[in-house]
């Protein structure tokens, strides 16, 4: 049965490998170069006290690889859901081969564990290669990676780390029991890839941030987190502060709230939930006046003596690995469940 198996799945096992180990070639090949420029850049920018204009400029060289092999990582698990999962049972169920297999002295539990057990094997392996493969190589790009890029925004997260063994095993199986439910190869692949690509919008918006409680902090007004601070040239109104997706010292953080509170500490009105507002300050004269507020920096300095602050709720970057293996484990749990659920239907259903 392993040898039946292995020689129905080989042509893709070799497709696969041969991908990978370009991809990995690669990787070897510019890793070392990349890493040695990062450090010899990061050595220069701590001497002169410019490293943000270096993690810029370092980011943006390789930004178009980053997002490649990024992509590459996210779309490997629903490739495997689609091209090893779906057509696995389903494409014998068409040619009915499964029926010879089952008059022979193999049972129907056996024949769908080899299955299962060697595909789903090696679209884990692979997955795990890919995944880790590019989490080293991409390192010095995700220590310099700006806001929306950094290891922990839910799109960088999905392509690091052991994650995507998960979501390949989840996707394989995914595909293998909508195949045995629907017997037609391409409505089962096109359903494999429907529930599985909203699984994988759900998980990040709904799930991943309550896997720990995120924590709550109050922040001045700065650099490090304002994104925008507007005086108008006349002195006609009120300054408007729009907070950054960014907390004060916690770099690489992934912020799910950032909210602008009053001298009172509640969220201002009309905007400061979602981290903008007019702050009631005269701007006629004082540090808030067009002609003093050149650069901002006083009239920032005067809305925190008066009070205002930012709130923000998100999960530090050191919480990166507990993430990976609780969301890891989570998707193993799917994966457990399906797999009883193939064996029960195989065994009481499908005939």
Not at 61 to 73: D, E, I
Request: charged share 10%; proline share 6%; aromatic share 10%.
């Amino acid at each position: 049965m392993i040898w039946l198996t292995w020689r129905q799945f080989r042509g893709s096992a070799a497709l696969t490998a041969a991908v990978l180990g370009v991809l990995a070639a690669v990787l070897v090949l510019t890793g070392p170069r990349l890493a040695a420029g990062y450090s010899a850049g990061l050595a220069a920018c701590t001497r002169e006290g410019a490293c943000d204009r270096f993690f810029d400029a370092f980011f943006d060289t390789y930004q178009l690889p980053f997002l490649a092999v990024t992509l590459l990582v996210l779309l490997l698990p629903a490739l495997v859901g689609l091209f090893w999962g779906a057509p696995l049972i389903t494409r014998e169920l068409e040619a009915g081969t499964h029926l010879l297999v089952w008059n022979q002295s193999v049972t129907r539990g056996r024949w769908l564990a080899v299955k299962l057990g060697l595909t789903g094997l090696a679209a884990v392996a692979a997955a795990g290669v890919c995944g880790l493969a590019v989490t080293w190589w991409s390192g010095p790009l995700d220590r310099s990676a700006p806001a929306g890029f950094a290891v922990m925004d839910p799109l960088i997260f999905s392509a690091r780390g052991i994650a995507p063994m998960g979501y390949a095993a989840f996707a394989f199986v995914l595909g293998v029991s909508v195949g045995m439910l629907v017997r037609r190869t391409l409505p089962a692949m096109a359903l494999t890839l429907a529930v599985f690509t909203a699984l994988q919008l759900a998980v990040p918006l709904l799930v991943r941030p309550h896997l720990m409680t995120p924590v709550t902090a109050t922040s001045q007004l700065g650099q490090g987190n304002v994104d925008h601070l507007g005086i108008r040239g006349d002195g006609g109104g009120p300054p408007e502060v729009r907070l950054e997706s960014a907390v004060p010292g916690q770099a690489g953080a992934w912020v799910l709230a950032s909210r602008l509170l009053d001298p009172s500490g509640r969220v201002m009105p009309g905007g400061g939930e979602d981290g903008h507002g007019l702050i009631p300050v005269s701007t006629t004269s004082g540090p808030c006046a067009p002609q003093s507020a050149a650069g901002g920096g006083a009239c920032l300095a005067e809305i925190n003596r008066l009070g205002y602050r930012q709130q923000a709720e998100y999960h530090p970057l050191g919480r990166f690995w507990p993430f990976q293996w609780l969301e890891t484990g989570l998707y193993a749990l799917l994966t457990l469940g399906l797999t009883g659920f193939c064996f029960w239907w195989i065994r009481r259903r499908l005939s």
